[in-house]
């Protein structure tokens, strides 16, 4: 396995892949890696030639500096773990390397990015639409995968590349949970022995959802009540937002009748934490 930090190493590793006409497969991550990510890493080992892994924490998605600050960085753990998953290439770049002096050009989206947590964390999206976009260029990959978890962001490259007519199939994963339903996060290692109790009622909030749509409530007023009332019951716990969404557009709904997303941010202490479930 080979860990490249420069974009020119990198690129000149791409083009001799595609001299053999093997295949490409990229998951990008932010590092500190837990079984969310190994699970797209193992998805993408099965399905191509030549795996390629970025841990890459980029500060244009942060919107706010404490949380970047803050973010778990453990880069040889995290190497050793992608080796064992048998990768062939971690690219970790670093910031002037991606974001030279006079860099000035972003890539930007409507519509998607102003649902859920395009709200709550302004430019955030506009940091992940221009890193996806960067990697996709320096890494040419012919699958790249993402985790539901992050499903606004998955929805958001979904449409990133269609609109930009980029040859890169996106596939999305199931979330990967604790036993007990907490979604796996990185940002998980930053709760206390409290706040990790306090976390399960997210977890709870969307089950509750889940339980009310299979009885047929199909009213989002009334499920996003339960949602919030679940949720208050932990008096840590301060709701960022709790929404019920279009699947596809991430429009607010009134009433479901199609496809639909349930999404919930919550701040638990110090650490803000997503999750969200399929209506179907
Ligand atoms: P991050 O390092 O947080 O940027 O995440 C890198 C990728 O891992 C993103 O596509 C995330 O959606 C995905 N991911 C994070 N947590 C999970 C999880 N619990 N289950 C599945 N995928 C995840």
């Given amino acids: 396995m080979e860990v490249i930090t420069k974009i020119n190493e990198m690129q000149t590793r791409v083009l001799s892949v595609r001299d ?5 497969g990229f998951v990008p991550t932010m590092g500190a890696l837990h079984d969310g990510h190994i699970s797209l890493i193992r998805s993408a080992r099965e399905e191509n030639d030549e795996l390629v892994v970025s841990i890459y924490l980029n500060p244009t998605q942060f919107d706010n500096s404490d949380d970047f600050d803050k973010y778990p960085r453990q880069l040889n753990k995290d190497i050793e773990i992608i080796r064992k998953e048998n990768a062939d290439v971690i690219f970790t770049p670093c910031t002037e390397e991606m974001y030279p002096d006079g860099f000035c050009t972003h890539v930007t989206q409507d519509k998607l990015t102003d649902a859920l947590c395009g709200g709550v964390r302004p430019g955030h999206f506009n940091g992940v639409t221009t890193i996806v976009t960067k990697l996709f260029n320096i890494i040419d990959p012919d699958r790249a995968y993402f985790g539901q978890k992050d499903y606004q962001q998955s ?10 007519n980029m040859d890169v199939d996106i596939r999305v994963c199931p979330t990967v949970r604790e036993e007990d339903g907490l979604a796996l996060s990185s940002r998980n290692k930053r709760l206390s022995l409290e706040d990790r109790k ?34 208050k019951k932990t008096k840590q ?44």
């Fill in 20 to 24: 053999r006409k093997k295949s490409i």
């Fill in 155 to 164: 929805a958001i490259i979904k449409r990133l590349v269609a609109d930009m």
């Fill in 198 to 231: 306090d976390a399960l009622c997210i977890h709870g909030s969307l089950q509750k959802a889940g339980a009310m749509f299979a009885s047929n409530v199909r009213d989002a007023k009334d499920i996003v009540e339960e949602m919030t009332s679940v949720i």
């Fill in 237 to 280: 716990a301060r709701i960022d937002y709790i929404s019920i969404v279009n699947a596809d557009t991430l429009e607010d709904l009134s009433f479901i009748n199609g496809r639909a997303l349930a999404a919930v941010a919550v701040w638990i202490g110090n650490t803000r934490l997503i999750d969200n479930t399929i209506l179907e």
